[in-house]
């Protein structure tokens, strides 16, 4: 603000409490502006008055007021929760790692944390409020369509506000959170196949996919091909369901390595999930067979190559496909297999941790299927205790692919290619 907007200035404490009337305000309120020392820029206030003396009462004591929270190591000045969120959001949307990740951190904060604070000011905001905030969203009165959220969703929630809050605390609004007491999480993982039941699950694929190009099967052909591919590239490498959406071709690719005299060609999926970038080792066959399968079945519907900006999993049109879970639970009904022997649904994610179990029963370490998965050991530990316990060696060997195939010509991807 610019002094010329100051009327009838009036200062004192040496030039650190100012008053001062508006010349574009009709009603001649006095207005205060506060200088803290050591700190950088002014606090600017209205005095809501129009004596002078009113006024310059309250600018000193709001000044007082200021420098014992300075002195106490507080917040200076602080900010409405909704006006923090806002500025937030405005740069969390040019550094978030997708789109999707954008928009589930924009609907907690302005749709619940935003709706639950009011007009609370984000320095009163303490370990307490987040408690309240928690059992507020568990009653469901603020959102009646929404059925009543899991313990893991809202730790993802409160890990949303922590990270927001975290932000604020870096600028001086208000005080750090010492203890965070998210939701106790189920720590029961989804369920995942067994070596049978996925022997199972192949078999039926292929009656299923063949049903696809009957009358009765409505010309589902393509996208049971495409559901195909997705679970076996999903079952054989341990994506994420968000990072398999995100894949490109140009984000495939291979690299050679050296078992005694013989050379083995690895295909490398650099992916971008929750915990960053990461690259992801698909040491079997199947995955590459079913990449160059898709390359194929894209290029006969374009006439040409697919663009390697290009989402692997697209519709006819192009477009990344957002999920496939219809189309998967249609499947494990019709072979039987949506429940588990524990009579617990499975979902997309439990591709995931079929993965994980059968890497352990193979004999790859804990540390190179955390890194593969891009996860934590205490994760791998706590979930896969029952792959642990039987795994029958401690040093990753070879692999065996689940799809009994000729393997393809270990040559360069057509995707790698130079122009």
């Not at 404490?13 to 506060?34: A, E, F, S």
Request: glycine share 6%; with cysteine.
């Amino acid at each position: 603000m610019g002094k010329s907007f100051e009327q009838n200035a009036k200062s004192f404490n040496d030039g650190q409490v100012v008053i001062y009337q508006r010349p574009d305000h009709k009603t001649p309120r006095w207005q205060c502006r506060l200088h803290i020392p050591g700190r950088i820029g002014y606090v600017v206030l209205s005095t809501k008055t129009t004596d002078e003396y009113t006024a310059r009462k309250f600018a000193e004591t709001k000044w007082d007021e200021l420098r014992i929270r300075q002195l106490a190591n507080e917040p200076v000045k602080s900010k409405k929760v909704s006006v923090a969120v806002r500025q937030f959001l405005d740069v969390y949307k040019q550094t978030a790692t997708s789109i999707r990740r954008y928009k589930e951190m924009q609907l907690v904060l302005e749709h619940y944390f935003v709706d639950f604070c009011g007009q609370q000011s984000i320095d009163s905001v303490t370990s307490g409020t987040i408690n309240q905030f928690v059992e507020w969203r568990l009653t469901g009165e603020h959102d009646r369509k929404r059925k009543q959220p899991s313990a893991t969703y809202l730790r993802k929630d409160v890990g949303s506000i922590r990270r927001f809050h975290n932000w604020c605390v870096d600028r001086a609004w208000c005080k750090p959170i010492r203890e965070w007491k998210l939701p106790r999480a189920n720590g029961n993982r989804r369920p995942h196949f067994t070596r049978q039941e996925y022997a199972q699950l192949l078999r039926y694929l292929t009656k299923w996919v063949n049903q696809g190009k009957t009358r009765e099967g409505g010309n589902r052909h393509r996208e049971r091909l495409l559901l195909r591919s997705y679970i076996l590239i999903l079952t054989n490498t341990g994506l994420r369901v968000g990072e398999a959406r995100a894949l490109c071709w140009q984000d495939i690719s291979q690299q050679t390595r050296q078992v005694g005299e013989k050379s083995i060609i690895d295909t490398i999926l650099s992916v971008r999930g929750k915990t960053g970038r990461r690259d992801v080792v698909a040491a079997q066959d199947t995955v590459k067979n079913e990449l160059l399968k898709i390359w194929s079945l894209r290029s006969t519907e374009l006439g040409k190559e697919p663009q390697k900006q290009e989402s692997v999993f697209v519709s006819r049109q192009g477009k990344a496909i957002g999920s496939f879970k219809k189309g998967f639970e249609a499947l494990l009904t019709a072979c039987n297999l949506l429940k588990s022997q524990d009579n617990e649904t499975r979902t997309i994610y439990s591709l995931r941790h079929t993965y994980a179990t059968f890497r352990l029963d193979e004999g790859m370490s804990i540390n190179d299927l955390r890194i593969n998965m891009g996860t934590s050991t205490k994760m791998i530990e706590t979930h896969y205790y029952h792959a642990i316990a039987r795994r029958r060696a401690a040093e990753m060997r070879s692999m065996k692919s689940h799809l009994r195939e000729t393997p393809v010509p270990l040559d360069d991807l057509p995707w790698t290619k130079n122009e």
